[in-house]
């Protein structure tokens, strides 16, 4: 079992920043792809950005050179630094884990790939 606990979101103004972090629960979350996901009203769950086991990187064309996934597997968390802030980037992010693959070589980019989920938490950009 794993557990993910997000943190850090917030009501911003458009064009300012907010750090995420996801903080997850077990030994072997070095060895796990780990993703964020967005979830805004009436619309499907997407990726925003991912990142392998080694640090292997993927962007939403949407959110490349405004966020920035990173991870730490001494503190078991995983980060979304997010510059820049859009109104458009309004909604309910999620971290998630996909411990059923370990070591893989790019991170997932799909909702299906991932078996754990964290609560969610909510990001509001104002203009």
């Known amino acids: 079992q794993m557990q993910l606990v997000e943190s850090g979101g917030g009501l911003v103004q458009a064009g300012g920043s907010l750090r995420l972090s996801c903080a997850a629960s077990g030994r072997t979350f070095s060895r796990y792809s780990m993703g964020w996901f967005r979830q805004a009203p009436g619309k499907e769950r997407d990726v925003v950005a991912a990142?392998?086991?080694?640090?292997?990187?993927y962007y939403a064309d949407s959110v490349k050179g405004r966020f920035t996934i990173s991870r730490d597997n001494a503190k078991n968390t995983v980060y979304l630094q997010i510059n820049s802030l859009k109104p458009e980037d309004t909604a309910v992010y999620y971290c998630a884990a996909d411990s059923s693959r370990i070591y893989r070589s790019y991170p997932p980019i799909v909702t299906t790939d991932y078996d754990y989920w964290g609560q969610g938490t909510q990001v509001t950009v104002s203009s």
């Open positions: 990142i392998s086991w080694s640090g292997r990187t």
